[in-house]
């Protein structure tokens, strides 16, 4: 399967802001517009995270690399 990636840089200095830009990301995801998220600011990824397991429809994956890439992507539930 192929995953559609947005990448950005972005690092906020609160997880307010962090989490504002994350609910724009959700819903990206939740219109099919990319599969995955890719950052370097770990408040995004966890909010992104918090917020698309929110919905049944998605089962939400996360992954730390080595060089501190924070993923989040989606894939469908089974339920």
Same mark, same amino acid.
């Given at each position: 399967?192929t995953y559609?990636?947005?990448?950005?840089?972005?690092? +906020?200095d *609160? #997880? +307010?802001?962090?989490?504002?830009? &994350?609910?724009?990301?959700?819903?990206?995801?939740?219109a099919? #517009?990319?599969?995955? =998220?890719?950052?370097?600011?770990y408040?995004?990824? =966890?909010? #992104? &995270? +918090? %917020? #698309?397991a929110?919905? %049944?429809? +998605?089962?939400?994956?996360?992954e %730390? *690399?080595?060089?501190?890439?924070?993923k989040?992507?989606?894939?469908?539930?089974k339920?």
């Amino acid at each position: 399967m192929t995953y559609k990636w947005k990448v950005e840089n972005f690092i +906020f200095d *609160s #997880l +307010f802001e962090a989490d504002v830009w &994350a609910d724009s990301i959700a819903n990206e995801m939740y219109a099919k #517009l990319y599969d995955g =998220y890719e950052t370097s600011d770990y408040k995004i990824a =966890y909010a #992104l &995270a +918090f %917020r #698309l397991a929110e919905t %049944r429809e +998605f089962r939400v994956i996360t992954e %730390r *690399s080595i060089d501190d890439r924070y993923k989040v992507w989606v894939m469908p539930s089974k339920n």
